[in-house]
């Protein structure tokens, strides 16, 4: 094998003790600036035996467009273009161990966003994703979990909201190896102007995933005759006694549900607010912190404000 060196400029090591349960999350806030346009980060978190711990990173651009309007003056674009984040997070669960992990994302509209977690857990422990896409031009985001473990189980919730000429690039892969294992993948976004995206998500059953369930759903609410939608779930199996569920879905605005809200006297951009929010919302409220969720639906507003 080869010699391998790994260069980043941030990054966090978390272990937890065997049965320490952490009530109040853990918030990792990572910047950039016009000093700092790059994070590059390396991220460990090891779940002792029947710990819990919740971790909330939090990537953004100190100098955001959308939150501070001066700054259309006084920053320089060339240096906005070169907003960029790479990262790794690799999570080791022990026995009965859990962990939430939350990501929000909302760097400059001209940056790029890499990101990947890799997890791995053992005999009923659990893995939590909370994902929350907001910024940047380019996003590509990728988890890979291993259900090592009889009775582990991993979900992983993302929102996305693709404005301006956007792209997202969304990859999930959970292995089920343990006997009684469960996974679920939930998806939901909204594409605007000309972006696009396009989700793979993969379940695969594994020999000896005896009795393991997994499900996975997306969906895409679709605002511009110009966005493109693209969705590939997959599911593998080498085992014959699993339960596997997939489905995907993408279209307009439910024109009834806007002709309703507009006849109780909201505009049409108010209501296609309304309803893109409920269609979110519930993974949203899956962040423990009111101001997070806050800032996460202030976010979202202004933007669909700008669009619609």
Known sequence: ?????????????????????????????????????SIIDNNVIIAKENSEVTVMIDYK????????????????MKDLNEVFHNGLTRIYLEKGATVNLIKIQSLLDTGNHFDTCIASLQDNAKINFVLIELGSRNSITNIKTDLNGAGSTAEIHTVYLGHKDRKFDIN?????????????????????????????????????????VGQEEEYAVLLSKEVRNRSVPILLCSEDDVSGQHAASAGKIDENKLFYLMTRGFSEADAKKLIIEAAIGPIIDLIPLEEIRTSIYDGIRRRLAHEL
């Open 61 to 76: 651009s100190k100098d955001d467009l959308d939150n501070r309007a001066a700054s259309r003056e006084t920053l320089d």
């Open 172 to 212: 999930y892969l959970v292995n089920h190896y343990g006997k009684e294992t469960k996974s679920k993948i939930e998806v939901k976004g909204a594409l605007l102007d000309k972006s696009s995206k396009i989700f793979k998500g993969t379940l695969d059953f594994k020999k000896g995933a005896k009795k393991s």
């Open 1 to 37: 094998m080869g010699n391998y060196v790994y260069q980043f400029n941030t990054g966090f090591y978390l272990e937890t003790l065997p049965n320490q349960k952490i009530q109040a999350p853990i918030v990792i806030p990572y910047r950039t600036n016009q000093l700092q346009n």
